[in-house]
């Protein structure tokens, strides 16, 4: 079993930045990879950014040059740094941890509004 938990989002300006962080505890040995998601009312909830244990990164094209995903291993911690937001990443954002069995473990998700 794998927990996820999340924290940060709220409220924050067109161009501005906000910082996710989501910490994983349980079986983190069996995390293949670590992701972030964002879903609004009405659409699928679709993939931002992603990590693996190896390192790699992969991220939608809506975020690329914008957002970064990084881990720190000794916190058990992923975090997704946002900058130049924009309305359009106003969203509830998820993580969620993959093990190498395929399961995925989400966290509670986070509001995220990019508004003036």
């Known amino acids: 079993q794998v927990q996820v938990v999340q924290s940060g989002g709220g409220l924050v300006q067109p161009g501005g930045s906000l910082r996710l962080s989501c910490e994983a505890s349980g079986s983190i040995n069996s995390i293949y990879s670590m992701g972030w998601y964002r879903q609004t009312p009405g659409k699928p909830r679709e993939l931002v950014a992603r990590?693996?244990?190896?390192?790699?990164?992969n991220y939608a094209d809506s975020v690329k040059g914008r957002f970064t995903i990084s881990r720190d291993n000794v916190k058990n911690t992923v975090y997704l740094q946002m900058n130049s937001l924009k309305p359009e990443d106003t969203a509830v954002y998820y993580c969620?941890?993959?093990?190498?069995?395929?399961?995925?473990?989400w966290g509670q998700g986070t509001q995220v509004t990019v508004s003036s």
């Open positions: 969620a941890g993959t093990t190498r069995l395929g399961a995925d473990y």
């Open positions: 990590i693996t244990s190896s390192g790699s990164t």
